[in-house]
């Protein structure tokens, strides 16, 4: 009897944190299946919210300056704002773009040229990059030991204050993996909510972008992730050779990671190496500035035949990728509440 | 988890717990390499300040035929902790094991499946914050050839085609307690000779060959 009952308590509480994942994290309906293994990370609302202290806590670098909030604001859909090269710790100014943190769950790689090869490992990236936070995995782990907060919440999530790497890595994840945006008015057009419609300009927009742009920004994600060459000439200055840094490969050449075009509005600026202020000047490139060289994307070769008209309309439907529900999400901001 | 239980049930019907113990020394030739203790070689001479690195997935053998998988997935061997040079796997006496297998360093699947505990934390300093990977062997000094030279060898790369992982097959008698040696000389005296790449810090071709001059220079002793 007594076994019995075991056994039924084991099963609702397998239900119960069953159903909680759930409600943490869900596959938008039609989409594919997330890269990320959660079977070896399941996300529980104590850790995300430990990940989520972390990722705003300056803390992490240093000199106490900067967070993983300060080059990646949650109002901008996570990339820094108004800055082309990100600025880290004593205003070192870094050598690319922060990219919005939107969807991490579908990335195969991470980084502009994928050098990071799990979402786990992303973290470390900045934290010991002498130009971003500056600091080292030990130490950091040292100075969250010594504080209260940080021992209360590691019992909270591990049920141990024990601070390992493994620890801080993957509570950071579970609060990125939180960070899911499909609720644009694109999104809601599609799942055909409450007879909401696109406009006129947006629908003509849709049909050019799915015409032109969508080989590479495939929906739903807005990227196919893969490595490619959109015809933006090299800076010689920075002389970035994009994912030929990781592979060695030269024609790997001046390819970047796809972007995902979601919030695309709110992320100004632009590109790797955020060269473009405006949407305007992104199309302006894709129409009559690309630069030839051996591995551009072969679809870019002419370049894309735009009309000023079009431009409008497919700006118009850009803006249409806009989440308002994800950029005002509070469970995303500063946890202020978090003591 | 399953690797566990697979062994508890390989294992435990079958014969009693008993242990089979690795030691593992860094040699040069026939001497034994400390830290910071200098040795001779062939004129030269050289001295480590650091030496790390990884073991990984035991397998043991029998007739060619897998008896048994070790439980940790790997070992991080440090010449500084004298505990990290003993390694001490539940295997059982007179089970007749004649064949360990290992891997010297962190294969591609290990490399890519995010944060790991224990000897694979990366907190431990052997893992690649700016591009994904473990450091598979660290190997830091100087040598008098006859200038002072400092050299820096972190020895990684997971994905193809510089790939550092070795692997490694070493016939062994029944006895429970052996030595890993591993010569120091080859990887040496090729260091001191080229000159011209003390500091590998990154995957690469230069990385790979290091990586076996190592590999080769490993053997089993009772």
């Known amino acids: 009897m007594k076994r019995l009952e075991l056994i039924c308590l084991m099963v609702l509480l397998i239900t119960i944190s069953f159903r909680y994942t759930e409600k943490l994290w869900k596959k938008p309906l039609d989409w594919p299946e997330p890269v990320y ?18 990722f705003y806590d300056p803390v992490l670098s240093s000199d106490s300056s900067i967070s993983c909030a300060s080059c990646h604001s949650p109002y901008n859909a996570f990339t820094h704002v108004d800055h082309a090269l990100s600025h880290g710790i004593k205003d070192r100014i870094g050598t690319r773009n922060s990219p919005v943190l939107v969807n991490l769950a579908w990335g195969k790689s991470f980084m502009w040229d994928g050098a990071v090869n799990h979402l786990d490992m992303q973290a ?29 919440l590691f019992e909270a ?17 579970q609060f990125m993996l939180t960070l899911v945006s499909s609720d644009s008015k694109y999104d809601r057009v599609l799942r055909g909510e409450n007879g909401i419609q696109f406009t006129e300009m947006e629908r003509k927009g849709y049909a050019l972008f799915k015409e032109h742009c969508a080989s590479c920004h495939t929906e739903p994600l807005f990227t196919n992730q893969t490595f490619q060459n959109n015809g933006l000439a090299p800076d010689s200055i920075l002389q970035d050779v994009g994912r030929m840094k990781i592979t060695g490969k030269s024609s790997d050449s001046l390819k970047f990671k796809v972007p995902t075009l979601r919030n695309i509005e709110r992320s100004a600026p632009y590109m790797h190496d955020g060269r473009y202020r405006s949407l305007q000047m992104v199309l302006f490139h894709y129409s009559t500035d690309i630069h030839s060289s051996a591995t551009l994307a072969p679809q870019l070769r002419n370049g894309i035949r735009l ?3 079009d431009k409008r309309n497919l700006i118009a439907f850009l803006k249409t990728l806009t989440d308002n529900t994800f950029l005002n999400n509070k469970q995303f901001q500063y946890p202020r509440t978090i003591k | 988890m399953i690797r566990t239980a697979t062994y508890l049930v390989f294992f435990l019907p079958l014969f009693g717990w008993g242990q089979l113990i690795v030691e593992i020394n860094l040699k040069a ?33 029998q007739n060619g035929h897998l008896k048994a998988t070790d439980s940790t997935l790997a070992y991080l061997v440090d010449l500084e902790i004298d505990s990290t040079r003993k390694l001490i796997f539940p295997v059982v006496q007179g089970s007749g094991i004649d064949e360990i297998r290992f ?36 190997l830091e000094g100087t040598f008098t050839a006859p200038e002072r030279e400092t050299f820096q060898l972190h020895l990684g790369g997971y994905a193809h085609p510089f790939s550092g992982v070795q692997r490694i097959l070493l016939k062994t008698d029944k006895t429970n307690v052996c030595r890993l040696d591993i010569d120091l000389n080859a990887l040496m005296e090729r260091v001191i000779r080229t000159k011209s790449e003390l500091h590998v810090m990154s995957p690469g071709s230069r990385a790979v060959e290091y990586a076996q001059l190592l590999a080769k220079s490993i053997e089993l002793k009772p």
């Open chain 1, 37 to 54: 293994n959660f079977k070896k990370n399941p996300l529980d609302s104590a850790t995300v919210q430990l990940g989520r202290v972390l």
């Open chain 1, 124 to 152: 470390l990236a900045p934290l010991e990059n002498h130009v971003e936070m500056d600091e080292t995995l030990p130490h950091v782990l040292q100075k969250l030991a010594k504080q209260e907060k940080y021992r209360r």
């Open chain 1, 157 to 173: 999530a591990f049920h141990s204050e024990t601070m390992t790497g493994e620890r801080f890595l993957k509570a950071i994840s």
């Open chain 1, 307 to 309: 009309s000023e008209d």
């Open chain 2, 29 to 61: 030739g026939n001497e034994l390499v400390e830290l910071n203790e200098p040795v001779r070689l062939n004129g030269y001479s050289f001295q480590l300040e650091q030496a790390r690195l990884y073991l990984s997935k035991f397998e043991f053998y």
């Open chain 2, 103 to 138: 891997l010297f360093g962190i294969d591609s699947l290990t490399n890519t499946s995010g944060a790991m505990n224990g000897a694979l934390d990366p907190m431990h300093g052997m893992y690649w914050s700016w591009q994904s990977g473990y450091i598979n062997c660290k």
